[in-house]
């Protein structure tokens, strides 16, 4: 058939009802109402329209930062990164799931810090927890890396979570 028209004999096509990365958008339309869109109740940039895993990568980033400043030289070529959850083919078989792993530097792949989102957030109630614990895992992965304890780095480690 031509013309623009479906071929009814082609059966259904296999890409048909599939959106990635789509949750509560039903009709493929994206986000809706007046806090979706720009304007006087949610300027461009507002955290309310930014998701829930964008929110982590923002804890994450200020974690870093901080980190970053005080220890500029030997992070320097350091990678961070966050991923859902961990690899089970390449995590350690172990009873915990692990927030945070480090990835010792390659010959030719620096040193790569992951932290898990999805473990993270089931360990936490509120904003303040998830920041505290989320900071906490960077501030563990990183003295890994240097090769020091956790309170050498933050004496406040482990403090604001019970």
């Not at 006087?40 to 964008?54: I, N």
């Amino acid at each position: 058939m031509s013309g623009g028209l479906p071929d009814p004999l082609a059966g259904p096509d296999p890409g048909a009802g599939v959106r990635p990365g789509s949750r509560r958008d039903r009709h493929g339309r994206g986000m809706r109402g007046p806090l979706a869109v720009g304007g006087p109740l949610a300027p461009d940039g507002v955290p309310v329209a930014r998701t829930r895993s964008q929110r982590f990568d923002d804890l994450v980033l200020d974690a870093v930062e901080e980190l970053e400043r005080r220890y500029a030289k030997e992070l320097s070529g350091v990678e961070f990164a966050v991923e859902d959850v961990p690899d089970p083919t390449t995590a350690p078989d172990e009873e915990d799931i692990p927030l945070g792993v480090l990835v010792e530097p390659g010959p030719n792949r620096p040193a790569r810090i992951v932290i898990y989102r999805r473990p993270i957030e089931l360990r936490t109630v509120g904003s303040s927890e998830l920041s505290a614990l989320v900071h906490d895992v960077v501030v563990e992965q990183v003295a890994e890396l240097l090769g020091i304890d956790p309170e050498q780095i933050d004496p406040d480690y482990g403090t604001e979570i019970d």
